[in-house]
């Protein structure tokens, strides 16, 4: 059965960080691109970052150089470091799981910014 669990999430201010955590389980985790979308309010679920199972990494636009992600092969774990948070940043970010045979989504965790 494939999980992905994701964590981190919370309450921060302007300008504050989090760095989120998605551990993936049931999948062989080195054959997946791995990425976070996140989905706010009223609106679509968008593209925050992937990183390929090579390692390469790409970002939305309005990540604008403040998020970083990252995985470690050896704890199933792919991570997502995020600085200089804004109100616009509030959604519930998701885990994504992709391979040619399927791709997988976690639950969610939910980043409030709030003052």
């Known amino acids: 059965q494939v999980q992905l669990v994701e964590s981190g999430g919370g309450l921060v201010q302007p300008g504050g960080s989090l760095r989120l955590s998605c551990a993936a389980s049931g999948i062989i985790f080195t054959m997946y691109n791995m990425g976070w979308y996140r989905q706010a309010p009223g609106k679509q679920r968008e593209l925050v970052a992937i990183?390929?199972?090579?390692?390469?990494?790409n970002y939305a636009d309005f990540v604008n150089g403040r998020f970083t992600i990252s995985k470690d092969n050896a704890k199933n774990t792919v991570y997502l470091q995020m600085s200089s948070l804004n109100f616009e940043d509030t959604a519930v970010y998701y885990c994504h799981a992709a391979f040619a045979t399927g791709t997988y989504w976690g639950k969610g965790t939910l980043v409030t910014v709030s003052s």
């Open positions: 990183i390929t199972r090579g390692g390469n990494t």
